[in-house]
């Protein structure tokens, strides 16, 4: 085989438009796509999910078909991409070896690994995971990295960015690279996750769900998108998955301008941040980013995480969060918020608890915003505020973002018919109230597992009794 080959190694950036890597892996004489099931991940892991391998099970099927359409295809391979990589490089004569560069130390590592057991290849960790290049070299102007969100986001928009690039018109894989076929969950070792989603897979899903919020929802998203009905983008799978690039998005955004545009910048922008603070502060992977509260103590699971779990907490907006996760794989931000901090200042449960059962739920499940988030839920983490405020009473957030009903009411049927009034707290309906609704309390929907007003004050002594060591 000719030496003007490379391989490009697909990781969480399933697309052929704004892809630096493929870009410069196609402008060899061949081109060899692969994506490696590394049962690291998928398995034996901390954080394996079902559902979200589905997902991209369904964005390689989407990708491999857009590889055809230039005349490539994309070869599986199982096991350690250690092994994997060199193996594949030395069987096609690649010369150079591309990929997306990630943020994940763990990723990180390994991708050094591979690099380092190259022979004569030459390994190329390309942008095009974030908006920017690379988050992490954004730093104060003493040149520290920034643990604070609002002074990271103003110099964020200050970085020059690259031109989001085209999809290269052809990627030339040599016949003779034996393929392999994608795998079913099955195979993987895998069970089927009792939903699948409701997020159709792969680029042009994407792009098609891109197109329409730039052009419908774009404009009220500042109004909008608190609403836990609807409001925000749904675009998180695809970014995390890579089937859309972050540049191009924020580009189109900001061609859009106004006050919508100007705050989904922003949203853009944490998720450069918390890529960002997995660089600099891996540790946040394990332990708390603030060091008095490793010293926190939290309660033992018990019923209260199944109940938190499967949405039987008695407080309607927490549980149905916690439906919509476990039906859609996804779940609005202001209920993420709102179910993080029942599970850490209302029921005492630890942090990493919740991190790992939407590790396991969500679609967009991501490390570094997943991380960044429930440390930020329960003030333990980067941006900090004190931790009283940073304290959701899940009744009053229902009556202020969910003021008529609808996403309470969609999520949980039970509750379909409780007068307006009484949603938020169904419990003191009387029992008249709830024959004439159809739901009797203990019975078709639970009574409230614990009393918010007391829980509240038990977590303000928790962290106080820490906080000021
Ligand atoms: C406890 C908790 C856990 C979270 N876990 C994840 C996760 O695993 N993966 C994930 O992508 N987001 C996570 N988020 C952030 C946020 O909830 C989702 O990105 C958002 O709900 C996705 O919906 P959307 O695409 O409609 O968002 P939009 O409001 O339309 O925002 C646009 C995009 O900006 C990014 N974004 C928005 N908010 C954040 C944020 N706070 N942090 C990082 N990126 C953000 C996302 O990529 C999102 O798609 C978490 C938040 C919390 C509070």
């Known amino acids: 085989m000719a030496a003007d080959a490379s391989v490009i190694w697909f990781r969480r950036d399933l697309r052929v438009r704004d892809h630096p890597a493929l870009v410069a892996a196609a402008a060899h004489e061949r081109c060899v796509p692969v994506f490696v099931f590394d049962p690291r991940l998928l398995t034996t892991g901390r954080f394996p999910s079902a559902i979200r391998t589905q997902f991209m099970l369904g964005c390689l099927a989407e990708l491999d078909r857009a590889l055809r359409e ?24 690649a010369s150079d070896l591309y990929f997306t560069a990630d943020v994940a130390p763990w990723a990180r590592g390994r991708d050094q690994r591979v690099v380092e057991t190259l022979d004569g290849v030459r390994g190329h960790g390309l942008p ?17 990295p920034y643990a604070v969100f609002s002074p ?32 079913s969950l099955e195979e993987l070792g895998l069970p089927e996750p ?39 983008s749904r675009l998180s799978p695809y970014l995390r998955w890579g089937c859309l690039s972050a540049l191009k998005l924020d580009v189109r955004v900001a061609e859009a301008s106004g006050p919508g545009a100007d705050e989904y910048r922003t949203e853009l922008a944490w998720r450069d941040f918390y890529a960002a603070v997995l ?22 699971p018990t019923e209260h995480l199944d109940a938190w779990t499967e949405g039987r907490t008695g407080y309607p907006l927490v549980d149905a969060g916690m439906r919509q996760l476990a039906h859609e794989g996804w779940m609005h931000n202001r209920v993420r918020m709102v179910v993080g901090s029942f599970l850490t200042k209302d029921l005492h449960l630890d942090w990493r608890e919740g991190e790992r059962i939407f590790m396991e739920r969500l679609l967009d499940g991501d490390m570094a915003a997943n991380n960044g988030g429930w440390q930020w839920i329960a003030s333990t983490g980067t ?28 999520w ?41 007003a007391q829980e509240r004050r038990r977590a303000v002594e928790r962290y106080r009794a820490v906080a000021g060591r």
């Not at 409701?198 to 909008?224: S, V």
């Open 412 to 452: 949980c049927p039970e509750l379909a018919r409780v007068p307006a009034e009484k949603l938020s707290r169904p419990w003191t309906m009387s029992v008249e109230e709830q024959e004439s609704a159809g739901c009797r309390i203990g019975v078709d929907y639970p009574p409230p597992i614990v009393d918010h």
């Open 70 to 93: 230039r005349g490539g295809r994309l070869v599986v391979r199982f096991g350690r991409p250690e092994e994997e990589i060199p193996r594949l490089c030395a069987e096609v004569g």
């Open 128 to 144: 095009g995971a974030c908006v920017v290049d690379d988050p992490a070299a954004i730093r104060t102007r003493a040149g520290a």
């Open 194 to 232: 009792p939903s699948r989603g409701t997020f159709a897979p792969g680029e042009d899903a994407a792009r098609a769900q891109a197109t329409a919020f730039l052009r419908t929802g774009l404009a009220h998203y500042a109004d909008r998108r608190d609403a836990p009905k609807g409001g925000s």
């Open 383 to 410: 941006d900090p505020k004190p931790y009283f405020q940073r304290l959701f009473n899940p009744v009053t957030q229902q009556e202020k973002f969910d003021a008529d009903g609808e996403y309470v009411r969609r």
């Open 279 to 300: 660089v600099h502060f891996p540790h946040v992977t394990r332990l708390e980013y603030i060091e008095r509260f490793r010293e926190l103590e939290w309660a033992d």
């Open 152 to 183: 990271f986001a103003r110099t964020w928009r200050t970085v020059p960015r690259r031109a989001p690039l085209d999809a290269p018109p052809e990627v030339r894989t040599p016949a003779d690279v034996e393929a392999g076929e994608l795998p």
